[in-house]
């Protein structure tokens, strides 16, 4: 009656020993590291990169505990923060002698002292918040007039190419800040160009004006979608680029109508976390100037003509282009790595947009045999990616870049062809660094919070219920093993109120427990044997625990949904540990009570503490 078989108890070995290896990482703590990581997209982290950070500290006494070479960046852990201090400064100095041509970013973290067989296992800690694990906090204020200004910027570009292809003449097309002007000769003209915008063109508001000129504005919902297209465009490049740089589980949320949070947690170096959110980068495509004037300009023999720009290239040349903007990074969609099929060589393949992939076809169609240049802006500063000659008009939205390049010059441009592109700047508004110290004090409260409620409550269980409330103990601590495994292998993110949904949980665990025992105890005291009322207490136990911890499941699943921030993170700690006591407080304390006094055929009484008769308060059956 009360026998589990072999397999059941198989489950809860198997569930106990998982549970134990995915939660011990936890338990290792993390080490103060010191990470060195590219500002440039010229700038290469490889083996050499390693060498002269071992040589850095080797020459300031700084002994480093592990160096270690990622995809990104180098990472050199140490036994104390007075080391890693030391190290920053010994680093910063090797690798940025001129400030503020600074190529590396240097910048203190955080990494866990997870042993390798555990991580060959795949076993990792939880990430924790800001709050437990310190780091800082910016509040960045995204340029929506920017926004509108380049949408108009690349308006303008297609209303010149609408009106040529129509063959209308005009006296000029010009922006003034968000509005676009055309100029016409005569009212033909002026009411042949309105005509075609606005069959062309329905975003647009127009009005004419006595001396035959079109002012054209975008209409105020086609202006909010563009700005709230630039919020999350920039959230989706915020997350590319600090995801590639390495920062664990970083925090990016809208907030507001033209507001962006960034956590980083474990970064406790403000100025370097300002260069981090430094490197994320706009894209433009333009025109190569091949003019005599910009020729000359490009090998240095002249001034740039005017309407046209000089950035440098990779290899120190120099290239000269015109001012229009043809393409921006709004308007590609991915950007991957691979070889051209003609000639096996590296090259990158991106994929435009649908209003993309027409400009392209159009440009390049009309401009067979010239240069077009791919522009990255990182930090200000204006690189010429690549600048390869048009061959033939391209169509279908799928565009190779190649010639010239290696196959890691490929994968690094493709990286920032993809994650690098902000369809606004963005300025920081607010910030605050949380401290380890502080961190590491609101870890202590919290553990120490879920330790003295985890031990009220098994004192309470163990003197009530006696051996019963000792399996309810022991399914407690299982329940609270299996949940933090259970965030560990899910790499949630515990903040305090996970902490505060941790501790809620071990209270609605305890409470299935105590409606079991109950049961229990109600059918001894109707005169039921032990294995009866055990076998009855659980089964009629399981219909009241599922309904309740449904309804609990529900509203957390709610939080889920429609909570946002801290509200989710409880959300998410509350809804595991349903699952979680569920699992413990039925199955598994079932399978405890069963190897102990399922076995026994001839059970007279059961250790549950007294149970006590409603007639005349006299004890039925005592604790044994």
């Known amino acids: 009656m009360n026998r589990y078989p072999l397999w059941k108890y198989a489950i809860i070995l198997i569930a106990l020993l998982i549970s134990a290896i995915y939660a011990l990482p936890n338990l290792f703590g993390e080490s103060p590291a010191v990470q060195v990581s590219a500002a440039r997209s010229t700038v290469r982290i490889d083996s050499g990169t390693v060498t002269r950070v071992e040589q850095a500290l080797t020459a300031q006494g700084v002994e480093a505990a592990l160096i270690q070479l990622d995809a990104n960046s180098v990472k050199a852990r140490f036994n104390s923060t007075d080391d890693q201090l030391k190290a920053r400064d010994a680093l910063e100095k090797a690798f940025n002698p001129d400030p503020a041509d600074a190529g590396h970013v240097v910048a203190l973290n955080l990494l866990p002292r997870t042993p390798a067989w555990l991580a060959a296992l795949g076993a990792s800690p939880m990430y924790l918040g800001l709050d437990l694990r310190g780091g800082v906090h910016f509040m960045l204020q995204v340029d929506m007039g920017a926004a509108l200004q380049r949408r108009a910027d690349v308006l303008v570009a297609d209303l010149r190419t609408l009106l040529r292809e129509k063959g209308v003449r005009h006296g000029g097309i010009s922006r003034n800040g968000q509005t676009m002007e055309l100029r016409a000769g005569d009212a033909q003209t002026l009411g042949a160009a309105s005509d075609l915008i606005r069959a062309q063109f329905p975003d647009l508001v127009l009005t004419d004006t006595p001396d035959f000129r079109l002012i054209a504005t975008l209409r105020p919902e086609a202006a909010r979608l563009v ?8 959230i989706t490049t ?9 920062v664990a589980e970083p925090v990016i949320q809208q907030q507001g109508a033209d507001r962006i949070v960034v956590q980083l947690p474990g970064v406790q170096d403000t100025a370097k976390a300002k260069d981090i959110l430094g490197r994320t980068a706009t894209l433009e495509v333009r025109m190569v100037d091949e003019s005599t004037d910009g020729q ?4 240095g023999t002249g001034a740039v003509p005017f309407g046209s720009e000089r950035y440098p290239e ?26 051209d099929s003609q000639t096996q060589e590296a090259a990158v393949h991106l994929t435009l947009d649908a209003k993309g992939a027409r400009i392209f076809r159009d440009v390049t169609r009309e401009n067979v045999g010239k240069r077009m240049a791919i522009i990255l802006f990182e930090k ?3 690189e010429v990616v690549t600048a390869p000659v048009i061959r033939g008009e391209i169509g279908g939205g799928r565009v190779q870049i190649s010639g010239a390049m290696t196959t890691v010059e490929a ?18 508004v607010e910030e605050r660094t949380i401290g380890p110290s502080l961190g590491a004090e609101n870890i202590a409260k919290g553990f120490n919070s879920v330790m003295w409620g985890f031990a009220v409550i098994v004192f309470f269980m163990c003197v009530y219920y006696a051996l019963f409330g000792m399996f309810s103990s022991i399914a407690l601590g299982f329940n609270l093993l299996l949940l933090v495994s259970l965030l560990s292998m899910l790499q949630a993110t515990l903040t305090l109120p996970g902490i505060a949904a941790m501790a809620l949980a071990l209270g609605m665990a305890i409470d299935s427990n105590v409606l079991i025992n109950e049961r229990v105890r109600e059918e001894l ?20 625990i599922l309904d309740s911890n449904v309804t609990s499941l529900i509203a957390g699943l709610a939080l889920l949904i429609f909570g946002s921030g801290p509200v989710r993170g409880f959300a998410v700690v509350h809804c595991l540990g349903i699952v979680t006591s569920m699992f413990s407080s039925v199955f598994f304390s079932r399978g405890l009570v069963n190897l102990w006094y399922g076995r026994q055929k001839k059970l007279k009484t059961v250790s549950i503490g007294t149970v006590w008769r409603p007639d005349d308060q006299t004890p039925a059956v005592k604790a044994d």
Do not use: C
């Open 227 to 234: 700005q709230e297209q630039a919020l999350k465009q920039n």
């Open 238 to 246: 915020l997350h590319n680029r600090i995801n590639e740089l390495g």
């Open 296 to 299: 000359a300009a490009e090998r």
């Open 314 to 339: 990779r290899g120190g040349r120099s290239v000269v282009v015109k001012r229009d903007v043809l393409l921006t990074g709004e308007n590609l969609t991915d950007a991957q790595a691979g070889f």
């Open 380 to 382: 200000g500063r204006g």
């Open 411 to 428: 994968n690094d441009t493709a990286l920032l062809l993809r994650a690098g592109s902000l369809a606004a700047p963005m300025e920081i």
């Open 525 to 544: 005291r109707r005169g039921a044997s032990p294995q009866v009322a055990i076998n009855t207490g659980y089964d009629h136990a399981w219909g009241t």
